[in-house]
């Protein structure tokens, strides 16, 4: 299921998506880049050819333009070449002049920018963005002292040529069609994400940082924006976590007591499990912003003390996270302190909350303290807080077996909450956990559903104006679940488009990335299976194992039952069986027993795989689990047929089928119906010979159906046994022409394995 605790981490540098930083001392400064950006604004307002719709695409990428760190001259030219190519060789040639001219031009374009806010109808008003940011440099300038004017003249033809001499190499190395000279640097480069023409937001690439000095305090607001909204909303397009890191470390030493660029490194080395250093990064952010009082001027004398008891509880969160139980217990119990001490209901929630998921990771009964949390955050109106409980509290009603209709009511009233408050983000998450509450109930139709209404609905707070969904974790837990509903219904390239595009959204470094490699993991194996390719099996068990141990043990049984390798798969099969009671995680123990028979069914004693089905039965009833209650189902047919009584199984198998058809996978449809046959088949021999005829007749009908279900997920032995029954059929009825069609098709069995013995039927024909 999809996770609900994720936006509990408490963030102060972001406000409904917005990240409000800081930089101390950082004052605005000229650079060779900021002088191309003003030669851009002046060429803007002094070009009167430029047509409408090459202005409107120039302005919309000015602010990020002025926000943004220093790029090179290249990109900065090929951004205004896609918007307007006229102005482009303009501001090159503009730039070139002053580059190679005197100092006395540099300082006659400065003059120049001073006349833009002259006459009754200015250019630029000065209290625009643009106004402000031609004041704050034109001040900058007259601050400068000749060798500082000289230097930046310097620096500016430096700039000039030494991007001219870069591109120069790349352009013959491009008439030779030498393509690949930069994939290593290419491949570092996709990490932070490629600019898109349209995008308002550019891609901040290493060349950038490169080329860059010291970020001045809006350059560096402007990073930090961006870059924690990524990290939060499109991690695949934030920077890379070695390059974030190394532009972070470049911030802090110009400014170590930078609070903001603390916290942005703790999240990074969040993003890479690095415990050390996100430890060390959490405990940094809140010193230096008790140090600088920059809590104490917005709070008053409650600023100190509420960043202390915040402090705790990320140390708790991040100890938890890390699974330090003891010491998350300890820094929570610090932080419940202080804010007792503070009266502080919203931090006590925060608390509150914190402790039901470290008493749940625990494995203890945690669901009185977060009912105790739901009420006491609608008491004192924290919608958020509130919902993120009761998502919980669905969560935890679903796996101890409430009925959907309930949990489906309480989801409604979340609902409520999140439209009315536009919280986005429990909005996505709501529409995953019910697509993983159907698909635990078994309700594959209406699984699919809730994942198509998630997949085609606009986010409220996408990070670009042309990106309509963020790669957040329900978008990773819906298309999972959408790429193995598709498997299951025999379409694997679907499936393995849909997994293609989840690599692409959510790339092997990503936090949800372990999402889609385990479905990919699961699909791979079950495709073998069926295949017969048991060979191939011993990696993706490996595989699954490394990212879920539970499933890949139980993967790792069923390859031993399929190699019948009896002894050893009933070992592990009981080893899990006594885990899966123990931490109550029901699904897995009804799946095991319904091996377990199997198992026993192998071995010929179908009396004793009886009760074992009769208590995966009654556990499926109880918890509401229909799905695996008609497999139950199925399997005790199946355990009647061995036992020489196919009119009972025949009766209850109409308790089962219907559910199976409707939701089931392709291959449980073919094995439901292969079933249904063999029990016709076993029931005709007491019949009247024209009722005997006519029930293989309707036997051979659902020997057809179950041949094609069997057919689109290539189940070759299977259709073999089909096959070979059928021509059976045809040869008691006296229709040899289609037994003989039968006889040819019945494939070569290559592998020297020998028909299943569950499918020969000893009654007789």
């Not at 990428?61 to 990109?75: A, E, F, R, T």
């Not at 937001?201 to 970020?215: H, M, R, V």
């Not at 309930?406 to 983000?425: N, P, V």
């Amino acid at each position: 299921m999809a996770s609900v605790h994720e936006s509990l981490y408490f963030n102060p540098m972001m406000t409904n998506g917005v990240v409000h930083a800081n930089v101390f001392g950082i004052k605005d400064w000229v650079t060779p880049y900021k002088i191309s950006v003003l030669v851009l604004l002046s060429e803007m307002t002094k070009n009167m050819e430029i047509s409408g719709l090459e202005k409107r695409r120039l302005n919309k990428h000015i602010l990020p333009l002025l926000q943004g760190p220093d790029m090179s001259l290249s990109k900065l030219l090929k951004i205004i070449e896609d918007c307007c190519p006229n102005m482009a060789s303009s501001v090159q040639i503009r730039i070139k002049l002053m580059a190679e001219g005197e100092l006395k031009d540099m300082e006659q374009f400065f003059d120049e920018l001073s006349d833009s806010f002259s006459g009754t109808e200015p250019d630029v008003h000065k209290t625009s963005v643009v106004g402000l940011f031609l004041r704050h440099m034109i001040l900058a300038y007259n601050k400068l002292s000749f060798s500082q004017v000289y230097k930046l003249h310097t620096s500016l033809h430096r700039y000039y040529h030494s991007d001219k001499a870069k591109t120069k190499p790349e352009n013959e190395e491009a008439e030779m069609d030498l393509c690949n000279s930069d994939e290593e640097e290419g491949e570092e480069a996709d990490e932070g994400g490629k600019m898109s023409k349209e995008d308002l937001d550019f891609a901040i690439g290493e060349d950038d940082l490169a080329c860059s000095g010291p970020l001045s305090q809006k350059q560096a607001e402007y990073f930090l924006s961006q870059q924690a909204s990524l990290l939060k909303n499109d991690e695949s397009k934030a920077l890379s976590p070695v390059l974030l890191q190394k532009e972070l470390n470049n911030l802090l030493k110009f400014n170590p007591d930078f609070a903001e660029a603390h916290y942005l490194s703790y999240l990074n080395s969040l993003r890479v499990q690095d415990v050390f250093s996100s430890t060390h990064s959490l405990l940094h952010y809140f010193d230096r912003l008790i140090l600088t009082g920059a809590e104490s001027k917005s709070n008053g004398d409650e600023g100190y003390g509420r960043s202390l008891r915040y402090a705790a509880l990320n140390l708790a969160s991040l100890h938890c996270r890390f699974g330090h139980y003891h010491q998350a217990e300890l820094a929570l119990q610090e932080a419940i302190r202080i804010a007792q001490e503070s009266s502080d209901h919203v931090c006590l929630q925060h608390c509150l909350i914190w402790l039901y998921i470290l008493k749940n990771r625990k494995g203890e009964d945690s669901s009185i303290l977060l009912e105790h949390s739901i009420k006491k955050a609608v008491h004192f109106g924290l919608p958020y807080l509130a919902s993120l409980g009761i998502q919980s509290l669905v969560q935890q009603r679903a796996i101890a077996g409430k009925t959907a209709d309930k949990l489906m009511d309480a989801l409604k009233d979340s609902d409520l909450l999140h439209w009315k408050h536009s919280l986005s983000d429990l909005i996505d998450i709501s529409l995953a956990q019910k697509t993983a509450v159907w698909r635990l109930y078994g309700q594959s139709t209406m699984a699919l559903q809730q994942a198509q209404m998630l997949l085609t609905m606009n986010s409220l707070d996408a990070v670009n104006v042309n990106v309509q969904q963020n790669n957040t974790e329900p978008f990773a837990v819906v298309l999972c679940h959408l790429a193995e509903l598709h498997a299951e219904q025999g379409c694997f390239s679907a499936a393995s488009e849909i997994l293609k595009h989840l690599k692409e959204r959510f790339p092997p470094g990503c936090q949800h990335a372990k999402l889609w490699m385990l479905f990919d993991q699961k699909i791979q194996f079950n495709r073998a299976m069926n295949d017969g390719k048991y060979h191939l099996t011993e990696s993706l068990v490996t595989g699954i194992t490394a990212l879920d141990s539970v499933e890949g043990l139980y993967r790792k049984a069923i390859v031993l039952k399929a190699q019948n390798q009896t002894a050893e798969a009933h070992k592990i099969l009981q080893v899990l069986l006594t885990h899966c009671q123990k931490v109550k995680n029901i699904e897995m123990v009804i799946r095991v027993l319904l091996s377990l028979a199997e198992l026993y069914w192998r071995s010929f004693c179908h009396p004793v795989a009886l009760p074992v089905l009769l208590q995966a039965l009654a556990l499926s009833r109880e918890y509401h689990l229909q799905y695996l209650a008609s497999e139950t189902v199925l399997n005790l047919a199946f355990s009647q047929l061995m036992l020489g009584i196919p009119e009972q199984a025949l009766n209850i198998l109409h308790m089962a089928i219907e559910p199976i058809l409707a939701h089931g996978a392709v291959l449980d449809k073919g094995r439901a119906m292969f079933l249904v046959a063999k029990c016709q088949v076993a029931s005709a021999a007491s019949y009247s010979p024209q009722k005997k005829t006519e029930a293989l007749e309707s036997a051979i009908l659902n020997l057809n159906e179950a041949k094609t279900y069997f057919g689109i997920v290539d189940c070759k032995e299977q259709i073999r046994d089909i096959l070979y029954l059928q021509a059976r059929l045809y040869n008691s009825l006296g229709r040899i022409q289609e037994r003989n069609k039968c006889s040819m098709l019945f494939p070569t069995d290559t592998s020297g394995t020998s028909i299943s013995w569950s499918f020969i039927v000893t009654s007789p024909i």
